[in-house]
């Protein structure tokens, strides 16, 4: 029986001003709800796996084409609930009565429903050695190719250390979290990154991602690459950006 508007509502609480619902709720209505995953098609069969119930639209393809009835309740996944929430937001502002993002995404889903306790640590090192085949090292900078980041994107975190008004002007990886460059480095000193998380730094053209990207290596980060060409090499390839 599906799942009317109000039931959804009800059940989405609105932390920092996100509409999240949980992974034990959405696993008991999953009957009831259209349940949709935002990530990369080759995420779904990454270490974190898929549901078999949620039909895969990718967070660029989602927001440039919906094709979704605004009328129907809406939940939308995706890794850690990040890209999820961005469109849940999106889509909100654009007419859709009723969407909602997981909390947590399918990090969550993994411990809370599959009792995976031991999946964040089998994602990081199936990450760090998938990213550390791909790095290069051009004049002492571990690179990886934007080719290789576009056809990975879901498998790092992507940190675009540019300015906020270059995003404006030159567009943004969708994937991407952005956070200056002075702020990034002061808050990797403080003590506010996972070192081992894998990590991709972009900017427009590379030369500030490489030298954020020798600075991390300074201070012990171990999985950490800067894209080649940055923003430039991006839209060079037509790759889309917001």
């Not at 080759?42 to 927001?63: F, K, S, V, Y």
Request: aromatic content about 6%.
């Amino acid at each position: 029986m599906p799942l009317d508007a109000a039931a959804l509502k009800s059940a989405i609480h609105h932390d920092n001003g996100d509409p999240d619902v949980s992974a034990a709720w959405v696993a008991e209505n999953l009957d009831k709800i259209r349940l949709v995953d935002v990530r990369e098609p080759h995420e779904l069969t990454g270490p974190l796996g898929r549901i078999e119930e949620a039909e895969n639209i990718p967070l660029l393809q989602l927001l440039s084409d919906p094709m979704l009835d605004a009328t129907v309740p809406l939940v939308l996944i995706c890794r850690s609930g990040r890209r999820s929430t961005m469109a849940a937001l999106t889509l909100s502002s654009r007419g859709y009565e009723t969407v909602a993002s997981v909390e947590g995404g399918m990090l969550a889903w993994n411990t809370q429903i599959w009792d995976k306790h031991d999946i964040h640590a089998h994602e990081k090192n199936a990450n760090a050695e998938n990213l550390g085949q791909a790095t290069y090292h051009t004049n002492g900078v571990a690179e990886v190719s934007a080719e290789w980041v576009h056809g990975n994107l879901g498998r790092f975190q992507l940190i675009d250390v540019r300015e906020p008004h270059e995003l404006q002007s030159n567009g943004a990886v969708a994937q991407a979290v952005n956070i200056p460059m002075q702020r990034f480095i002061q808050g990797a000193a403080g003590g506010e990154f996972d070192r081992d998380q894998p990590m991709v730094i972009l900017c427009q053209s590379g030369g500030r991602s490489g030298r954020v990207t020798q600075a991390l290596v300074g201070a012990g980060f171990s999985n950490v690459a800067s894209m080649e060409g940055g923003m430039f090499g991006w839209r060079a390839r037509g790759y889309a950006t917001l």
